[in-house]
């Protein structure tokens, strides 16, 4: 595997600068458009199984995260509160208090469960500086992050979904997870107290993974201080693990915010909260997808799609005209001309382009497209409209097949 850090600056992908600050990577153009592909496709599968987005802000008082538990069992982790007129504003160390709140605002009936909350949004983690790099030990994350509000009894139902969704969004992304872990609680004060509520929880975890025929280990000690976990962990070339993926059940943070749905006969009850992230940070995510794919991304992924190669000078203007219908067909291209180097020079330098057009004089008189791969096979020369439609479809589809 490669080393995304070296990677993400060959390719343009990300970089950093001493005066922003270690682990506040920023996003080049070609990165951008990889994180924007990403982010447009979790959107989406979220949307078709039935989330709704919400935008919140990446802060909140100091009171929200007392209320929370995060202030007494995740502090180390969080920076340090700025006092702003005569209060104490917070980085948000996760998401799941803001969406409390929202469920919070208005009156719930059972009829809406199970609400499914969706966010892609911005929080933070003081890491020290020593093992800031990259993408991957970074203090500001974009995280893909959802809570399901439901009754005890779709729990089950939810985590399982929620596994399903991960397992798509792997084949999508072409990674294969090293391992699923359920992750527990250790010894010591981490956690928050409550040894029914732990019990529920663990068991409705491991009843849902037991029956899912997944391979899991149990970890002591991974727990999140609200909840047990189901992890599913990646691996970088160096065999280090790393959570990209969770699921959550949780009974605290539903308590400690009062929130409540009336049911069927009348009264208020108490909803579970299960947390769930596909592809946990967006950073962590595009640092694997970096390493697994040294730089190949899936066509859908890929920051150009498709590169035109005009043998001469001649054929620029076909080239051009190439280069428009592709963007119009929504796909990222552009055009190498031969101010850019020899066409074998050319053809090197865009090794990592799915789709290579070289654009000859015959392509150019008959409306024809010839194609390379990057993985070296050559589709014969075909109309251009066939061949556009055909790579729109294989990127749309989210493929990892080239063609
Ligand atoms: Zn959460």
């Known amino acids: 595997m490669h080393d995304h850090r070296k990677l993400g600056r060959e390719l343009d992908l990300f970089d950093t600068d001493p005066l922003i600050g270690s682990g506040l990577p920023y996003w080049l153009p070609a990165g951008a458009a990889v994180r924007h592909s990403l982010e447009e496709y979790i959107r989406e599968v979220e949307r078709r199984a039935g989330y709704r987005h919400v935008y919140s802000p990446a802060l909140g008082k100091r009171e929200l995260y007392e209320i929370s538990g995060h202030w007494s069992h995740y502090s180390d982790d969080m920076f340090p509160p700025m006092a702003l007129g005569g209060e104490q504003m917070v980085l948000r160390p996760s998401l799941c208090p803001h969406h ?23 929080m933070y983690r003081s890491e020290l500086s020593g093992v800031l790099g990259g993408l991957t030990r970074v203090r500001a994350i974009q995280l893909n992050d959802a809570h399901v509000f439901c009754t005890i009894d779709k729990v089950a139902d939810e985590v399982r979904a929620a596994l399903e969704l991960i397992r798509r969004a792997y084949r999508a992304l072409g990674i294969t997870p090293a391992r699923i872990r359920l992750s527990l609680p250790g010894e010591g004060g981490k956690y928050v107290a409550a040894p029914q509520l732990w019990e529920r929880s663990t068991a409705l975890l491991t009843e849902v993974l037991e029956s899912s025929g997944l391979e899991y280990e149990a970890v002591a000690g991974e727990a999140a201080f609200y909840g047990p976990k189901i992890d ?17 059940v949780d009974f605290h943070q539903p308590e400690q915010f009062d929130l409540g749905y009336i049911g069927p006969d009348g009264s208020r009850h108490r909803p579970v909260m299960v947390h769930r ?3 946990g940070s967006v950073e962590r995510a595009v640092a694997h997808l970096i390493e697994q794919h040294g730089g190949a991304f899936p066509a859908w992924l890929a920051p150009v799609q498709v590169v035109a190669l005009p043998v001469s000078e001649e054929e620029a203007p076909a080239a051009a005209a190439f280069v428009e219908r592709c963007l119009e067909r929504g796909l990222r291209a552009e055009s190498a001309g031969p101010a850019q180097g020899s066409l ?11 789709y290579q057009a070289v654009i000859g004089a015959r392509e150019a008189a008959v409306d024809e497209i010839a194609l390379r791969l990057r993985d070296g096979r050559r589709i014969d020369p075909r109309p251009t409209g066939e061949v556009l439609s055909h790579i729109g479809e294989l990127v749309s589809g989210h493929r990892t097949d080239l063609w």
């Open 232 to 248: 599913v962990q990646i691996a970088d070339g160096a065999g280090r693990e790393a959570t990209l993926s969770t699921v959550q």
């Open 100 to 122: 409390a709140l929202i469920f919070r605002s208005r009156a719930h009936s059972y009829r809406e469960l199970p609400l499914r909350m969706a966010e892609l949004g911005g």
């Open 277 to 279: 992230a596909i592809i």
């Open 344 to 354: 074998g020079a050319r053809i090197r330098a865009a090794r990592l382009v799915p």
